[in-house]
């Protein structure tokens, strides 16, 4: 059975416990016999939205169409870019959007709102193109902020999540007309990339007791045990240690040499702590990982 401390009753995320309230029988929906093999529905499966009626080659005009306002949004700045010009939200709520040259002398600006009878996103009020000159503006990419880079970094990173950083730079280069970002912006856009990938670090934590309990549910011979304190500033319950072992590597271990080899590797990111791990060695001389853990520092308290 899996073990956990005492002072976990407290904390911030619950677990559900099964009493011994007895079932009611509930029919299934309609829809359970409705999806047959011929007439499958999943309602899992979503649609892709339509993109835009706007593409690099074009300037903004009346009539065009986006998906939401954060395509609006996106391919404002990538005309930005384009055309090196800069431009400022001059109103922005959940229907409406208007953007305008930071230029005062320049006339050019965009309105576009919500049709309601469409579900998207409509120009209808443009004046353009720019009438001011771009002349010794340095191709920085100032428009590009992170949430624009990090939807262009999404696909890249769930291809390879270890792209370095000068990696993503030249990818921006490349695509958006030479313009050369910093070194700070790209890393940040980075973060939240991987973010909309695999989830923020509090969510990741929060989420954490629910995948040791999935592993128990996978395996009945799986082993957990995690400790957590109580900060005494905020009251947030803190992770100390996290300690689990698979089943089938439980299972392995007979068959293995009778030594145990222990390794760590400090983990790196907004939070940080060092990953422990044991590992047997078969008569293949393969090497079999036993256990593993997640600690604050490596120590003796920690290794016990």
């Given at each position: 059975m899996a073990e956990c401390d005492e002072d976990d009753a407290d904390a911030a995320i619950t677990v559900q416990?099964?009493?011994?309230?007895?079932?009611?029988?509930?029919?299934?929906?309609s829809s359970f016999y409705a999806n047959?093999?011929?007439?499958?529905?999943?309602?899992?499966?979503?649609?892709?939205?339509?993109a835009s009626s706007w593409n690099a080659?074009?300037?903004?005009?009346?009539?065009?169409?986006?998906?939401?306002?954060?395509?609006?949004?996106?391919?404002?700045?990538?005309?930005?870019?384009?055309?090196?010009?800069?431009?400022?939200?001059n109103w922005s709520t959940k229907s409406r959007l208007s953007v305008k040259c930071m230029d005062e002398s320049c006339q050019w600006y965009v309105w576009a709102v919500l049709k309601l009878e469409l579900g998207l996103w409509m120009v209808t009020?443009?004046?353009?193109?720019?009438?001011?000159?771009?002349l010794g503006m340095a191709l920085d990419g100032r428009m590009m902020g992170?949430?624009?880079?990090?939807?262009?970094?999404?696909?890249?990173?769930?291809?390879?999540?270890?792209?370095?950083?000068?990696?993503?730079?030249?990818?921006?280069?490349?695509?958006?007309?030479?313009?050369?970002?910093?070194?700070?912006?790209?890393?940040?856009?980075?973060?939240k990339a991987i973010a909309k990938i695999f989830g923020d670090w509090e969510e990741s934590y929060q989420r954490l007791r629910k995948l040791l309990v999935a592993y128990l549910d996978q395996e009945i011979g799986t082993r957990y045990w995690y400790h957590t304190i109580r900060s005494e500033v905020s009251g947030d319950t803190i992770l100390r240690y996290v300690f689990w072992a698979f089943a089938p590597c439980n299972e392995g271990f007979k068959h293995c040499k009778p030594v145990i080899s222990i390794d760590g590797?400090?983990?790196?990111?907004?939070?940080?702590g060092v990953l422990l791990i044991t590992m047997a060695t078969d008569a293949n001389n393969k090497v079999?990982?036993?256990a593993f853990a997640v600690v604050d520092k490596e120590s003796g308290l920690s290794w016990s």
């Open positions: 416990h099964v009493t011994n309230t007895p079932l009611i029988y509930e029919p299934p929906a047959t093999w011929e007439n499958m529905v999943d309602p899992e499966v979503v649609q892709q939205a339509f080659d074009m300037n903004f005009a009346k009539g065009l169409i986006f998906a939401n306002k954060d395509a609006v949004k996106h391919e404002l700045t990538i005309y930005a870019a384009k055309h090196n010009k800069n431009f400022i939200t009020s443009n004046r353009g193109p720019h009438s001011c000159i771009s992170c949430n624009f880079l990090a939807v262009e970094f999404v696909p890249l990173l769930q291809k390879n999540h270890t792209a370095r950083i000068f990696h993503l730079r030249d990818f921006i280069t490349a695509k958006y007309y030479d313009h050369k970002l910093s070194y700070y912006k790209i890393w940040d856009a980075k973060q590797t400090y983990l790196y990111g907004k939070y940080r079999l990982p036993l």
